[in-house]
Nanobody, 120 residues
């Protein structure tokens, strides 16, 4: 049983910055991955970034060089620092946790989502 609580969304002008936070609690396995997804109105949910328990990261091409994902293992919290924001970044952002056992995903959890709006 895992709970994910997101914060940090809001309204920002083009070129501005925001930092999203996601605090996890419950049965978090030692081997896990935490990531961010987003969904704009009328669009499918898309993957944004992932950080693994070992510290490695991966990014979607659309955000490379602008977004940075990080985690604080002591607080079980993952962050997404977003710079040089564009109107096309406007979406609901969702936090995701995957617990791994025997080399595969055993359980997956989602946060409630937080709205990010970039004005033009």
């Amino acid at each position: 049983q895992v709970q994910l609580v997101e914060s940090g969304g809001g309204l920002v002008e083009t070129g501005g910055s925001l930092r999203l936070s996601c605090a996890a609690s419950g049965s978090i396995y030692s081997i896990n991955a935490m990531g961010w997804y987003r969904q704009a109105p009328g669009s499918q949910r898309e993957w944004v970034a992932t950080i693994y328990s070992g510290g490695s990261t991966s990014y979607a091409d659309s955000v490379k060089g602008r977004f940075t994902i990080s985690r604080d293992n002591a607080k079980n919290t993952v962050y997404l620092k977003m710079n040089s924001l564009k109107p096309e970044d406007t979406a609901v952002y969702y936090c995701n946790l995957k617990n791994y056992r025997n080399g595969g995903v055993s359980y997956e959890y989602w946060g409630q989502g937080t709205q990010v709006t970039v004005s033009s």
